[in-house]
């Protein structure tokens, strides 16, 4: 894959489920890749770095940087789907949210045949703590509904990432809608450090985006109930530096 050809394209991916930042480098993760030892850029020795750069200037990566799995990793990959597929698995529960996997897939455009197994069991005891903690009701909107006397949809949502050493502990967890479980983990929605919802200036759109957004910015959260404890400041601090997109609604 020539860098000019996936920059735009990972720029995006970066911008869309990496870390917020101000401006993202495509760059950096094409060319340290390499580092695993999996992934080469023939003839990278050859690029320019510039004066004393340890990495070839980025107009110089557009010009020639051509990068690509070894080609014996390439063969065990068009080998054996399955080991895709098991791959694709581990990294996207290393490092994503399960909200964020679906999305995730479809758009790097991955075809793994069949749907993913879903790990939302992993702990349930922390679900059924978070969601009786917060009386079955959305921290953020207040939806509670009951079905025939079934309380349903809402779900245990992690601050501070599972997959990023996130406790499943009360401290950590908020009752959520799965829109608003979405939102938090898109980081549209933020906690601010006296517990209210924060909406991000950079969610855009149309009058529904106000009502099951915008209107709730800057309200305190709902619940816990008396006698269990909030989100610790710890876990918002974390959401807020690595999930949160920044700035909060004026
Ligand atoms: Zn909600």
Redesign the pocket.
């Known amino acids: 894959m020539p860098f000019s050809q996936v920059k735009q394209k990972l720029g995006e991916l970066l911008n869309a489920y990496g870390t917020p930042r101000s401006r993202q480098q495509p760059e950096l993760p094409f060319w340290h890749l390499r580092s695993d030892g999996l992934w080469e850029i023939p003839g990278a020795e050859e690029l320019d770095k510039g004066k004393g750069g340890r990495r070839p200037l980025v107009t110089e990566m557009e010009r020639a940087a051509t990068g690509g799995f070894r080609a014996d990793i390439d063969a065990l990959l068009r080998a054996d789907p399955q080991l895709l597929r098991r791959i694709a698995r581990m990294l996207l529960d290393e490092h994503f949210p399960t909200s964020y996997h679906e999305d995730l897939i479809t758009a790097v455009g991955l075809d793994l045949d069949e749907p993913l197994p879903k790990h939302t069991a992993r702990d349930p005891a922390f679900r059924q703590q978070v969601l009786n903690a917060y009386g079955y009701r959305?921290?953020?909107?207040?939806?509670d509904p009951l079905i025939d006397g079934m309380r349903a949809v809402l779900e245990a949502s992690h601050l501070q990432w599972h997959s990023h050493g996130g406790p499943s502990t009360i401290e950590n967890g908020i009752c959520?809608?799965p829109?608003?479980h979405k939102g938090l983990d898109l980081g549209v929605i933020g906690i601010s450090d006296d517990r209210r919802v924060l909406v991000s200036s950079r969610l855009h759109g149309g009058e529904a985006i106000e009502a099951s957004f915008g209107r709730y910015h800057q309200q305190s959260l709902i619940g816990p109930f008396h006698g269990y404890p909030s989100v610790h400041l710890d876990f918002v601090k974390w959401h807020t530096q690595q999930v949160f997109r920044n700035p909060p609604r004026r």
């Open positions: 959305c921290a953020v909107c207040g939806l959520l809608c829109l608003h």
